[in-house]
């Protein structure tokens, strides 16, 4: 080619000059870290599942979701989704309905009556697991895929722990808690009901099991100090909700006060209004600090509850309690006022936290138990070689996708225990956070809102209160996930290049550079609407 430089080129004639050489920086495709994903403690990939889901081939999704959770039918219920709070969606219109989407998942593998996948080979090795509530059977499940022989030591006379002991049928239908439970015994694992451990070094001395992972959830209900009558009826609300299982329903008369904020207080209430009866919360301090999580509250109030802020419970009697109000102080702290009143109450319900019973653990030298739980190392073994804790058991926040993720996390550490290994989590990219999107792309797309129960018979039934999405529903929410910080293919860089230094590779392989005729300009990076592309200075 030799024509004067102010000549026009010929088209095409670009690819003969190598303009990459005046580049001072060059793009990279990365893939960073969603947000979601970073936040949920069940350590779920959920952009990877939603990125199966928004296709419409849900059973993908669900194998992809379960390779982390076997429960999604039971958190698509009863996780507060933390995930959607991180959600980048959130800063455009609303968060992704991501624990619609899950639901939706669960249930459909429930009808469909899809497996889950059993271990490709067996280690040999046997772990008990004492405990089958949601961080017992989440480890026992991670276990079994991993080719161990799991045994199930539980107390009770049913599947679920404090799922099923600790929130009502109207949250989580029974029949969904059992039949993920069951799918995960059908991978061959042992459950053994009714047999309480008393001793985790009696029960190991055989040399039966390798190792041993203890989830005892926090069944024992703490006690207030609060002077009472002899014929005064106060129970604590984890008796109460566990009794709730049986034929026998409590009797609490009409006239029940809950007392504490939690979200437990929030559940006794609740059920003690589908049983007929007129509950009342009493909580020391202001909404603003209730514990208890807002939507939870909300329709608490919805469906008649009814709340003293500001107040707290100085005697029982046999018909009536002694009510004292209280005041904020300049840090916020209540103090007494020294202003009483009497109300009517039958029967007295205390949700002021739970204990894990330890009684298990006594004489196991190396343990460290401090404030009610058991100190574990990095890999979730306690002072004592072979022997795991986790949920409720350890130190951390007490609920179901908490309790899911530590039995996971067991799981791995326990199988690289057994093999004279380490399990080295792998390194997390960086966050892609809302500041790396280009929003622009994104079309609006109100979040869907899932149909509830009307009011009547969520007072006067235990039928579920929240329903679900449809089909159409749940595609058109999967397809509102902004795919943050992972490539999904849109083509824009490949049609804003000026070099046409961009290659496709085919569906699925996503893009690579040539940078033989990149310049480095950055416009794919500023074009880019997940952030999956960032500029690096070019090595010199």
């Known amino acids: 080619m030799e024509k004067p430089f102010a000549i026009t080129l010929d088209p095409g004639s670009s690819l003969a000059n190598h303009t990459g050489s005046w580049r001072t920086s060059r793009p990279v495709y990365i893939d960073r870290l969603p947000p979601c994903n970073k936040q949920c403690p069940a350590g779920e990939d959920i952009q990877g599942w939603l990125f199966h889901a928004e296709s419409g081939d849900y059973e993908s999704a669900w194998r992809h979701l379960t390779k982390d959770n076997p429960f999604p039918a039971i958190m698509g219920r009863v996780c507060y989704h933390s995930c959607e709070g991180a959600c980048n969606r959130g800063q455009i219109d609303e968060p992704v309905g ?37 961080s017992g059977m989440s480890a026992a499940y ?42 995960v015994v059908e991978l061959g694992v042992k459950v053994n009901l009714n047999t309480k451990v008393d001793n985790i070094l009696n029960t190991m001395a055989d040399g039966k099991f390798d190792a041993a992972f203890l989830a005892v959830g926090a069944h024992i209900g703490k006690r207030a100090r609060i002077p009472a009558g002899d014929a005064a009826k106060i129970v604590d609300a984890i008796s109460l909700l566990r009794s709730m299982e049986g034929e026998e329903k409590p009797m609490l008369g009409r006239r029940v006060v809950v007392y504490g904020g939690g979200n437990t207080a929030i559940d ?28 939870e509250m909300e329709e608490a109030l919805q469906e008649g509850i009814m709340v003293k802020w500001l107040s707290t419970i100085t005697q029982a009697d046999e018909s009536s ?15 007494p006022t020294g202003e009483f009143e009497t109300i009517e109450a039958d029967s007295l319900v205390l949700a002021l936290g739970q204990d894990v019973d330890l009684g298990l653990l006594e004489g196991v030298p190396g343990l460290e138990v401090s404030d009610g739980v058991v100190k574990v190392a990095a ?16 130190p951390a926040e007490r609920n179901v996708t908490v309790g899911i993720g530590h039995g996971k996390q067991a799981a791995r550490h326990i199988d690289a225990w057994l093999r004279g290994e380490e399990h080295v989590p792998a390194v997390q990219h960086e966050v892609a956070n809302f ?10 797309a109100p979040k869907t809102v899932r149909p509830m129960l009307d009011i009547i ?84």
């Open 98 to 134: 991501i624990n619609s989407v899950e639901r939706f998942l669960g249930d459909e593998a429930l009808k469909l009556g899809w497996k889950l996948t059993p271990p490709s080979s067996e280690s040999g090795k046997n772990v008990l697991v004492v405990g089958a509530g949601p």
């Open 142 to 183: 991670h276990l079994r895929r991993l080719g161990h022989s799991v045994t199930v030591y539980e107390a009770g006379p049913l599947l679920g722990g404090m799922m099923r002991f600790g929130i009502p049928k109207y949250r989580l239908p029974r029949d969904i808690l059992e039949a993920e439970m069951q799918r």
């Open 268 to 295: 006794v209430a609740r059920t003690a209004k589908r049983m007929g009866a007129e509950p009342l919360i009493v909580y020391r301090r202001t909404r603003a600090a209730m514990p208890a999580h807002d939507f």
């Open 321 to 335: 309690l002694t009510i004292e109000k209280m005041a904020l102080d300049e840090t916020g702290f209540p103090q």
């Open 379 to 394: 890999n979730m073994m306690t002072g004592h070689p072979g022997i795991f804790a986790g949920g409720d058991m350890v």
């Open 435 to 444: 500041e790396k999107l280009n929003t622009w792309y994104y079309a609006d």
């Open 457 to 540: 018979r969520r007072q006067s039934t235990f039928d579920e209160v929240q329903g679900g999405l449809d089909e159409n529903t749940a595609l058109f929410e999967a397809r509102r996930c902004l795919s943050c910080g992972n490539c999904f293919e849109c083509d824009n860089c490949y049609g804003v290049c000026p070099d046409n230094a961009v290659i496709k590779l085919g569906p699925g392989k996503r893009f690579q550079f040539n940078y033989d005729y990149c310049k480095g300009c950055g416009m794919c990076v500023a074009e880019c609407p997940c952030g999956a592309i960032k500029m690096e200075a070019e090595e010199i």
